[in-house]
């Protein structure tokens, strides 16, 4: 089988990403920052991790904000809001 150079290069890049799950680089009672790459975790897999994140300081994670620093770096910032 012989695969293109963009299908190469998309498995390269969905190996890389499955290497790393989403990470959670900001928590506080009030906040909550993940970081995911884009491709194999996406904004709802970072929602997850906010929302238990949350969750351990009896509250609900919203979303604030997203943004992306890198192609494979994205980061979602979350309030912790009560109720």
Do not use: W
Not at 21 to 42: C, F, H, K, L, N
Not at 56 to 63: D, M, N, P
Not at 68 to 74: K, S, T
Request: a positive charge; hydrophobic letters at 40%; proline letters at 1%.
């Amino acid at each position: 089988m012989r695969l293109s150079g963009r299908s190469l290069g998309l498995l390269v890049l969905a190996g890389l990403g499955a290497c790393s799950d989403a990470r959670i680089t900001e928590d506080t009672p009030a906040a909550v920052s993940v970081r995911y790459d884009g491709v194999v975790q996406t904004l709802n897999d970072a929602t997850v991790v906010a929302q238990r994140t949350c969750a351990a300081h009896g509250k609900t994670a919203r979303l604030r904000s997203t943004d992306m620093r890198a192609i494979l770096e994205r980061f979602a910032h979350f309030d912790c809001v009560s109720g």
